[in-house]
């Protein structure tokens, strides 16, 4: 009979028949396998019978065999050697029809989120980067094509397990490398999620998906995670690590395969040296042989040859360009020699220095110059230089951001330039064809937030460009040095008040000329920077001018600022520390004023200039020149409180006409108010400078514009010249308090004070009427204010019926008669005669 094991062979009556599957066992002839070969004739048994009978019956004739029952279940398949498989269940329609309608809202969502398709688009976009970060794109399109195969397929689909584990992976690391790139560019250190959570939540409030927030939650998550261990840089090293990993993964590839591949790799290289070098070699002893007769070439021929061909790739390569600040330069290795004390000069105590005085006539006297020395720049301390090098990161990054947020808005522009400054970045916006200016500048709180920034400040048009200015704040502010400004001052013998300010956002040093100012004005909020900008005129002043050009007149009503001051040469009076006393120095000056122009008239000439050079060319006339007298006040509100109307009349009168007789005024004040600043100020000082103010109409009030409300401060101004359309932004130089104290010294040290008794002031206003006025109500006046026993412009107006001016000349002439006292401010004036007294005389 048939063999147990694989196909077999018998014998029946009709003859050998063959089994297309081995029996188990042949027990019966009359019960056959399925299908047997007998000669030519084939026979199939019925499923009927088989089901019947535990085991397979096959008739051949009258022969008949049995097959064991494990041959019953046997398939085709097996019946070729395998083993069956069990047969998966294909989905109802039930979740067909769901897998159609996800894969449809996969598409649907999807694509709106990867095209930021209106306010839903960016919102799913903004989900999408809540998980996955910047890394959204490629997520919503896996996606958009995960649901169309729903779509066509109505099945899961069947990926190999080394497939799946592959590529997540590669998202894994992939997330941890974005979101290592993006706190480095924001220069995030620590709390990664909680920065991440931060710029989402600015994106998601802005409808917009500008920031760059790297592999999003689950990135910061996880680098949260290892860099603490491992570090940044161990972290980002690691996830390349991920990522190779997760590629061979998914590509099947074994760790044996790789490593016989890198062995082959590194022999091949080894054969590749071993080739270069023996070439290299064989190439040295060429050259050897032809070192005689072979032509060299010089370095600088070498150098313009790759300077010239690098100039055109870099042009080519961005149209956008970074200007950095301006190179100090550095300073001259000669100084001029300390100033020391001449020898001629007897020593001079402090007491007898401080009561010093030059008779009114020596005013404009030469003083003896011959051994006056100006103080050095060595004196000064240098300012140390502030590492702007991270600031070209942030240029790059806000570049971005700006061009995005304007999109966002549907505001077509281009990022041109941007200029690093000392204090601030100025980004050169060029708008499309057919875009408003106005549109740009009302988004100026919307590029604030997204920059996250403290304040920007759109300056549009940049003069003389057709380009939009924003000025971003820098994260380090860089301290501009006094020392180095007056370095770059250029020296102009014949412009003695050509003085420095600062320097602006090009870092080129700004400089101005009081005579053509001819007056300034300077205005800001408590620590802006004033006393200290004050400090670095006055500082200018004493080291570019001898005391035969310039003299000084100070008013500090706060008494701290300018009394380190006292006793330099330049003085015409002390410091005036008392506010009842500014009027009447203020009217000295006034004198002084009127004084020259006599000398003016008398001479024929119109101003001071052309009176020294008069003088210059007629040395034998036995006039003397004059020198300029600038007026500094360094607090003027406080002034105002005082004597208002008084300051307020010295003050316009000096504007108006001290410019010819070279007297120039320089008033500060931190209350920028109407009530300090009137109109007729204003209008008299067109110069000024605004420093950081606390709202938008104190900046009108001083420049006539908006713009000082968003300064940073420490310095940071506005500067308005005569005749400027716009103001400019400059930083201001910053001069220590050691300095000054170092450059008075040196001053003080050479030449006594040279006060002038004329010009000291006193409490009362002195005016040239004495005795009674000559005005006939004058002593109706007078009877009425000591019967009243106060005394006041507006009381006489209403008592006699008479115009303002006529009632102000009777209180003068009051006062000049010693019947009142002097003004104080909106109180009414003290009467110094009682009724009883009064009748006596």
Same mark, same amino acid.
Not at 151 to 174: E, F, M
Not at 594 to 609: H, L, S, T
Not at 815 to 830: L, T, Y
């Given at each position: 009979?048939?063999?147990?094991?694989?196909? /077999?062979? !018998?014998?029946?009556?009709?003859?050998?028949?063959?089994?297309?599957?081995?029996?188990?066992?042949?027990?019966?002839?009359?019960?056959?396998?399925?299908?047997?070969?007998?000669?030519?004739?084939?026979?199939?048994?019925?499923?009927?019978?088989?089901?019947?009978?535990?085991?397979?019956?096959?008739?051949?004739?009258?022969?008949?065999?049995?097959?064991?029952?494990?041959?019953?279940?046997?398939?085709?398949?097996?019946?070729?050697?395998?083993?069956?498989?069990?047969?998966?269940?294909?989905?109802?329609?039930?979740?067909?029809?769901?897998?159609?309608?996800?894969?449809?809202?996969?598409?649907?969502?999807?694509?709106?989120?990867?095209?930021?398709?209106?306010?839903?688009?960016?919102?799913?976009?903004?989900?999408?980067?809540?998980?996955?970060?910047?890394?959204?794109?490629?997520?919503?399109?896996?996606?958009?094509?995960?649901?169309?195969?729903?779509?066509?397929?109505?099945?899961?689909?069947?990926?190999?397990?080394?497939?799946?584990?592959?590529?997540?992976?590669?998202?894994? $690391?992939?997330?941890?490398?974005?979101?290592?790139?993006? =706190?480095?560019?924001?220069? %995030?250190?620590?709390?990664?999620?909680?920065?991440?959570?931060?710029?989402?939540?600015?994106?998601?409030?802005?409808?917009?998906?500008?920031?760059?927030?790297?592999?999003?939650?689950? /990135?910061? !998550?996880?680098?949260?995670?290892?860099?603490?261990?491992?570090?940044?840089?161990?972290?980002?090293?690691?996830?390349?690590?991920?990522?190779?990993?997760?590629?061979?993964?998914?590509?099947?590839?074994? $760790?044996?395969?790789?490593?016989?591949?890198?062995?082959?790799?590194?022999?091949?290289?080894?054969?590749?040296?071993?080739?270069?070098?023996?070439?290299?070699?064989?190439?040295?002893?060429?050259?050897?042989?032809?070192?005689?007769?072979?032509?060299?070439?010089?370095?600088?021929?070498?150098?313009?040859?790759?300077?010239?061909?690098?100039?055109?790739?870099?042009?080519?390569?961005?149209?956008?360009?970074?200007?950095?600040?301006?190179?100090?330069?550095?300073? *001259?290795?000669?100084?001029?020699?300390?100033?020391?004390?001449?020898?001629?000069?007897?020593?001079?105590?402090?007491?007898?220095?401080?009561? $010093?005085?030059?008779?009114?006539?020596?005013?404009?006297?030469?003083? *003896?110059?011959?051994?006056?020395?100006?103080?050095?720049?060595?004196?000064?301390?240098?300012?140390?230089?502030?590492?702007?090098?991270?600031?070209?990161?942030?240029?790059?990054?806000?570049?971005?951001?700006? +061009?995005?947020?304007?999109?966002?808005?549907?505001?077509?522009?281009?990022?041109?330039?941007?200029?690093?400054?000392?204090?601030?970045?100025?980004?050169?916006?060029?708008?499309?064809?057919?875009?408003?200016?106005?549109?740009?500048?009302?988004?100026?709180?919307?590029?604030?937030?997204?920059?996250?920034?403290?304040?920007?400040?759109?300056?549009?048009?940049?003069?003389?460009?057709?380009?939009?200015?924003?000025?971003?704040?820098?994260?380090?502010?860089?301290?501009?040095?006094?020392?180095?400004?007056?370095?770059?001052?250029?020296?102009?013998?014949?412009?003695?008040?050509?003085?420095?300010?600062?320097?602006?956002?090009?870092?080129? %040093?700004?400089?101005?000329?009081?005579?053509? =100012?001819?007056?300034?004005?300077?205005?800001?909020?408590?620590?802006?920077?004033?006393?200290?900008?004050?400090?670095?005129?006055?500082?200018?002043?004493? =080291?570019?001018?001898?005391?035969?050009?310039?003299?000084?007149?100070?008013?500090?009503?706060?008494?701290?600022?300018?009394?380190?001051?006292?006793?330099?040469?330049?003085?015409?009076?002390?410091?005036?520390?008392?506010?009842?006393?500014?009027?009447?120095?203020?009217?000295?000056?006034?004198?002084? =004023?009127?004084?020259?122009?006599?000398?003016?008239?008398?001479?024929?000439?119109?101003?001071?200039? #052309?009176?020294?050079?008069?003088?210059?060319?007629?040395?034998?006339?036995?006039?003397?020149?004059?020198?300029?007298?600038?007026?500094?006040?360094?607090?003027?509100?406080?002034?105002?409180?005082?004597?208002?109307?008084?300051? #307020?009349?010295?003050?316009?009168?000096?504007?108006?006409?001290?410019?010819? $007789?070279?007297?120039? %005024?320089?008033?500060?004040?931190?209350?920028?108010?109407?009530?300090?600043?009137?109109?007729?100020?204003?209008?008299?000082?067109?110069?000024?400078?605004?420093?950081?103010?606390?709202?938008?109409?104190?900046?009108?009030?001083?420049?006539?514009?908006?713009?000082?409300?968003?300064?940073?401060?420490?310095?940071?101004?506005?500067?308005?010249?005569?005749?400027?359309? +716009?103001?400019?932004?400059?930083?201001?130089? &910053?001069?220590?308090?050691?300095?000054?104290?170092?450059?008075?010294?040196?001053?003080?040290?050479?030449?006594?004070?040279?006060?002038?008794?004329?010009?000291?002031?006193?409490?009362?206003?002195?005016?040239?009427?004495?005795?009674?006025?000559?005005?006939?109500?004058?002593?109706?006046?007078?009877?009425?204010?000591?019967?009243?026993?106060?005394?006041?412009?507006?009381?006489?107006?209403?008592?006699?019926?008479?115009?303002?001016?006529?009632?102000?000349?009777?209180?003068?002439?009051?006062?000049?008669?010693?019947?009142?006292?002097?003004?104080?401010?909106?109180?009414?004036?003290?009467? &110094?005669?009682?009724?009883?007294?009064?009748?006596?005389?």
């Amino acid at each position: 009979g048939p063999s147990r094991n694989g196909p /077999g062979f !018998g014998h029946c009556a009709q003859g050998p028949y063959a089994l297309t599957s081995a029996p188990e066992s042949a027990l019966c002839p009359n019960i056959t396998p399925a299908i047997v070969k007998t000669g030519i004739t084939t026979h199939r048994i019925s499923q009927k019978n088989i089901a019947k009978s535990p085991q397979w019956l096959f008739k051949c004739g009258l022969s008949s065999c049995i097959i064991g029952r494990n041959e019953r279940s046997m398939t085709m398949a097996q019946k070729r050697g395998g083993r069956r498989r069990p047969r998966k269940k294909r989905p109802t329609k039930q979740q067909q029809h769901t897998l159609s309608w996800v894969g449809a809202l996969f598409v649907v969502f999807a694509s709106l989120a990867f095209f930021r398709l209106g306010i839903v688009g960016t919102v799913l976009a903004n989900v999408f980067r809540l998980v996955v970060g910047d890394s959204f794109l490629v997520v919503s399109a896996a996606t958009v094509v995960t649901g169309i195969w729903f779509l066509l397929a109505d099945r899961l689909p069947k990926l190999a397990r080394h497939v799946w584990i592959g590529l997540s992976i590669i998202l894994i $690391a992939a997330l941890v490398l974005l979101t290592a790139q993006a =706190m480095a560019t924001l220069n %995030v250190h620590s709390h990664y999620l909680l920065a991440t959570w931060h710029l989402l939540q600015n994106d998601f409030g802005l409808m917009t998906t500008a920031s760059q927030v790297g592999g999003g939650l689950l /990135g910061a !998550g996880l680098f949260a995670l290892l860099a603490p261990l491992l570090s940044s840089l161990g972290a980002t090293i690691l996830a390349w690590f991920g990522v190779i990993a997760g590629i061979l993964v998914f590509l099947g590839v074994g $760790a044996n395969q790789v490593f016989n591949w890198l062995q082959a790799f590194g022999q091949a290289c080894k054969r590749g040296l071993i080739q270069v070098s023996d070439h290299i070699t064989a190439l040295k002893k060429a050259d050897a042989k032809k070192a005689a007769t072979r032509p060299t070439s010089t370095p600088e021929a070498a150098t313009d040859a790759a300077h010239t061909q690098s100039e055109p790739s870099s042009e080519r390569a961005d149209d956008f360009t970074i200007k950095g600040p301006t190179p100090v330069k550095p300073l *001259p290795q000669s100084e001029a020699p300390a100033p020391t004390k001449p020898a001629s000069a007897a020593p001079v105590s402090e007491s007898s220095a401080a009561t $010093a005085q030059v008779p009114a006539s020596k005013l404009d006297a030469d003083m *003896p110059a011959s051994d006056y020395q100006l103080p050095s720049l060595a004196m000064l301390t240098a300012t140390p230089p502030v590492d702007q090098s991270a600031e070209y990161q942030a240029i790059k990054t806000n570049r971005t951001k700006l +061009k995005e947020t304007f999109e966002s808005f549907g505001v077509k522009v281009g990022v041109k330039s941007a200029t690093l400054g000392p204090s601030i970045t100025q980004y050169e916006i060029q708008p499309a064809v057919g875009v408003k200016v106005s549109k740009i500048v009302n988004l100026s709180d919307d590029l604030a937030l997204a920059l996250a920034a403290k304040d920007i400040r759109i300056e549009a048009p940049i003069p003389g460009k057709s380009l939009i200015g924003i000025e971003v704040p820098n994260q380090h502010i860089a301290t501009v040095g006094f020392k180095e400004v007056m370095a770059e001052t250029p020296k102009a013998p014949n412009h003695p008040l050509v003085l420095p300010l600062g320097r602006d956002v090009n870092g080129q %040093v700004v400089t101005f000329d009081l005579t053509k =100012m001819p007056h300034l004005l300077i205005a800001g909020a408590t620590g802006s920077g004033k006393s200290v900008m004050i400090n670095v005129i006055l500082t200018s002043i004493l =080291m570019r001018t001898k005391p035969t050009d310039v003299r000084l007149m100070l008013i500090d009503p706060k008494r701290v600022e300018l009394s380190v001051y006292n006793g330099v040469p330049h003085l015409l009076t002390p410091v005036v520390t008392e506010a009842k006393k500014a009027p009447s120095a203020l009217n000295k000056i006034l004198t002084a =004023m009127d004084e020259r122009y006599q000398r003016f008239a008398a001479a024929g000439v119109r101003n001071m200039k #052309e009176f020294n050079q008069k003088v210059a060319a007629n040395p034998a006339s036995g006039q003397s020149k004059m020198p300029y007298i600038v007026v500094i006040i360094d607090e003027l509100s406080d002034l105002m409180m005082v004597a208002g109307h008084e300051i #307020e009349t010295a003050i316009v009168r000096l504007a108006q006409m001290a410019r010819a $007789a070279g007297i120039h %005024v320089i008033i500060a004040t931190q209350r920028p108010s109407v009530d300090v600043i009137t109109g007729l100020m204003k209008a008299n000082i067109p110069s000024r400078i605004a420093f950081a103010t606390s709202s938008g109409i104190d900046s009108r009030t001083i420049l006539d514009s908006n713009g000082a409300e968003k300064l940073l401060g420490r310095g940071d101004m506005l500067f308005s010249p005569i005749g400027a359309s +716009k103001p400019l932004r400059v930083q201001g130089a &910053f001069i220590p308090s050691v300095d000054v104290e170092r450059v008075v010294k040196a001053i003080t040290d050479q030449v006594a004070p040279a006060y002038v008794d004329s010009m000291t002031p006193t409490e009362n206003v002195e005016t040239e009427q004495q005795g009674d006025s000559e005005d006939e109500l004058y002593d109706d006046a007078k009877a009425f204010v000591i019967a009243q026993q106060s005394a006041s412009t507006s009381m006489l107006q209403r008592r006699f019926r008479i115009g303002y001016n006529r009632a102000a000349r009777l209180i003068d002439d009051l006062e000049a008669n010693q019947i009142v006292g002097p003004s104080e401010g909106s109180k009414p004036r003290k009467v &110094f005669v009682t009724p009883t007294d009064g009748n006596q005389s």
